[in-house]
């Protein structure tokens, strides 16, 4: 499966931005669904992500309550809207995929096969 991931872009604090990835070569029903983010410096992190056909998100710490991950299958699209940004939340954020992935992994970005290109979020204050 192909990812394209897009909506970035340079916002002010406090603002929002609503990301896609759409996938293409095959529906990415039933794979394990992730967004993760990364600034210069700094490892990969996880941001939020649903694990196979698990309809419950899970969340980063640092984004509970402020950014929603969903999933339109029909679409094969993943979104991830981004809501009271903040600067600590600028980086390169990427969707990830994976069919064979188990639970205990979903944070960890090494487990996942599939990955979009990256699409830049600047948050500045």
């Known amino acids: 499966v192909q990812l394209q991931a897009s909506g970035g872009g340079l916002v002010q604090a406090g603002g929002s931005l609503r990301l896609s990835c759409a996938a293409s070569?095959?529906?990415?029903?039933?794979?394990?669904l992730a967004w993760f983010r990364q600034d210069t410096g700094k490892e990969r992190e996880f941001v939020a992500g649903?694990?196979?056909?698990?309809?419950?998100?899970f969340y980063a710490d640092s984004v509970k309550g402020r950014f929603t991950i969903s999933r339109d299958n029909a679409r094969s699209t993943l979104y991830l809207q981004m809501n009271s940004l903040q600067p600590e939340d600028t980086a390169v954020y990427y969707c990830a995929a994976s069919r064979t992935i188990i639970f205990s992994n979903l944070r960890v970005s090494s487990a996942y096969g599939y990955w979009g290109q990256g699409t830049l979020v600047t948050v500045s204050s």
């Open positions: 649903f694990f196979r056909t698990n309809s419950n998100p």
């Open positions: 070569g095959r529906t990415f029903s039933g794979y394990t």
